[in-house]
Structure formats: structure tokens, C-alpha cells
């Protein structure tokens, strides 16, 4: 994948924002809004890398369906319970193990250092993500988001932790594959 596609990705979850800031939907402008900004220097960080671009149009791929989903009503809100929520967290948690992997693979070169690294740091940016949650819970009714409390972002962190060790598993066993 090249730049240009990375691009579109990016373009088109921008595009997915301003929509949603016309129809009104302010509460998931503010939050993809946020989050767009910062994984900008993330994605800075990783742009040497073969597989950034690849990394973060997926990244983006997912915000574009999070977001269209939420603002958009697409997923009914009974089905936010069975795990609409949860599937997400477990991407992320991927996706940031996966661009740790990117980021830390030249840098540590013990191997159990490295995987216990991309766990901890999916973890890391996952419990500075439940922070952000409310922090975004807080601000007046029309731009928050709903945080749901403590046992919400308990699991929350068990399903960014699960995803990191999965992307770690088959990193580990790709040699093997």
C-alpha cells in the first residue's frame, strides 16, 4: 500500500467527520475529532516503516466504521451490549500492538522484552484511552460521550489487552506459519 492510498483513508475519515458535524451529531465529531489529531504523530512516528501505511488504513478503516455506526445509527443500541464496543477495543488493541511492533522492532532486540513491550504499550495507550472516555463524559451533554463506568472499562482494557496479545502470538508464531 502506498502513500496515496493512506491518503484516502485519511481523507475519507475526515470526510465521515464533517458529515457527521452536519447532521449534527456532535458528541462523535469531538471524539474522532480528538482521536484523529492524535494518532497523527503516531502515524509520523512510523513512516519509514513498509507496513505504517498499511497499519494505519486499517487504524482508519476501523474509526470510519466506528464512527459511522455510532453517528449514523447503523448498529442498533440493544447490540452495543453483545459487543459492538468490545470488537473495537480488541482492534485497537491490535492495531497498537501491531504499530509497536512497527515502531519498537529496530529498538529491542531481546524478544521477550519486545513482545511484553507491544502488549504493555497496547495497553498503556488502551487505559490512557478509558481516561480519555471520560474525561470526554464530563464535557456539557451535547459534545459527551457516555462513559459507563468502571466495570465498562475494565473490559474494555481485557479486550485491547487480548487483541495486543493476539497481534503478539502471531507475530511470535509467524516463523512457524
Avoid at 2 to 14: G, N, S
Avoid at 25 to 38: A, D, M, P, R, Y
Avoid at 89 to 111: E, N, Y
Avoid at 121 to 126: D, H, M, N
Wanted: glycine share 6%.
Amino acid at each position: 500500500m502506498d502513500k496515496r492510498a493512506f491518503l484516502i483513508f485519511r481523507a475519507t475519515w475526515l470526510l465521515t467527520l464533517i458529515i457527521s458535524a452536519a447532521i449534527g451529531e456532535w458528541s462523535w465529531v469531538v471524539f474522532h475529532g480528538i482521536v484523529f489529531i492524535v494518532t497523527l504523530p503516531l502515524v509520523w512516528l512510523g513512516r519509514r516503516d513498509d507496513h505504517h501505511y498499511v497499519l494505519d488504513a486499517l487504524f482508519s478503516a476501523m474509526m470510519i466504521t466506528a464512527l459511522a455506526i455510532s453517528a449514523f445509527t447503523i448498529w442498533p443500541d440493544y447490540a452495543t451490549n453483545v459487543g459492538y464496543d468490545k470488537i473495537f477495543h480488541m482492534a485497537g488493541g491490535a492495531w497498537l500492538a501491531g504499530f509497536a511492533a512497527v515502531i519498537l522492532r529496530k529498538r529491542i532486540t531481546d524478544q521477550a522484552v519486545f513482545y511484553i513491550g507491544i502488549v504493555t504499550f497496547a495497553l498503556a495507550i488502551g487505559g490512557a484511552w478509558e481516561v480519555f472516555e471520560w474525561v470526554l463524559s464530563l464535557l456539557p451533554q451535547a459534545y459527551a460521550t457516555q462513559s459507563p463506568g468502571m466495570a465498562d472499562a475494565m473490559l474494555d482494557l481485557v479486550a485491547d489487552t487480548l487483541g495486543a496479545a493476539i497481534v503478539a502470538a502471531i507475530l511470535k508464531l509467524r516463523r512457524y506459519l
